[in-house]
């Protein structure tokens, strides 16, 4: 059975950090996961974060600076450092990974920034 699970979200003052973290399962590694993706409410899922083919990591302008993303492979788990969340950031978060052509997703977790 595949699966990635997101977990780490939560309510956040503006200005505060919270770290997501992707588990990867079955058939699925950790080096599959490609990226971290969100989804706000009334708007399309976009991709935050990236890893690139060479092992670095590719941002959206909007996260450049404030989120890493990251891997442990001997744990199976992909990471989201997040810094300095804004009101902006609300959204709920996806992993997503591929394998072989097919695509898989997370079921998100929720990261709701307000004061």
């Known amino acids: 059975q595949v699966q990635l699970v997101e977990s780490g979200g939560g309510l956040v003052q503006p200005g505060g950090s919270l770290r997501l973290t992707c588990e990867a399962s079955?058939?699925?590694?950790?080096?599959?996961?490609e990226a971290w993706y969100r989804q706000a409410p009334g708007k399309d899922r976009e991709v935050v974060a990236r890893?690139?083919?060479?092992?670095?990591?590719n941002y959206d302008d909007s996260v450049k600076g404030r989120f890493f993303i990251s891997r442990d492979s001997a744990k199976n788990l992909v990471y989201l450092q997040m810094n300095s969340l804004s009101p902006e950031d609300t959204a709920v978060y996806y992993c997503?990974?591929?394998?072989?052509?097919?695509?898989?997703w997370g079921q998100g977790t929720q990261v709701t920034v307000s004061s």
């Open positions: 079955g058939i699925i590694r950790s080096f599959n996961v």
């Open positions: 890893f690139t083919p060479a092992g670095s990591a």
């Open positions: 997503f990974a591929r394998r072989f052509g097919a695509v898989y």
